[in-house]
């Protein structure tokens, strides 16, 4: 029932959206693909288990709040690597009052 639907929006969209390819493309960043794949299955796999069993339980919500962070911490990842002067907001310098202006 919803295969044609799928099939105008695929053509339509291929008419509307325009091409966005980035002219100079990076490497792809290997720790982060494998954090947001290992992040993404373990929230995935959590909440299969919620609708499962129709409830939570600790390991179910443990292994949520790890997909979650390993998640973040792709993002994280990704970020730095973008950025070699990227400094993590929990670091020292980050957490020190702010120079006056001069």
Known sequence: MNVPVIVVLLAVGARV???????VPR???LASVVLSVT????????????????GVSPVILAMAAAGSV????????????????????CSAS??????PCA
């Open 70 to 89: 390993l998640c973040t911490s792709s993002s994280t990842a990704n970020a730095a690597s973008r950025n070699r002067s990227w400094t993590s907001p």
């Open 94 to 99: 980050a957490v020190s009052a702010p120079a």
């Open 27 to 29: 490497r792809w960043d």
């Open 39 to 54: 992040g993404l299955a373990g929230v995935v796999y959590a909440l299969k288990q919620i609708g499962e069993h129709a």
């Open 17 to 23: 959206i325009p091409e966005s390819r980035n002219p």
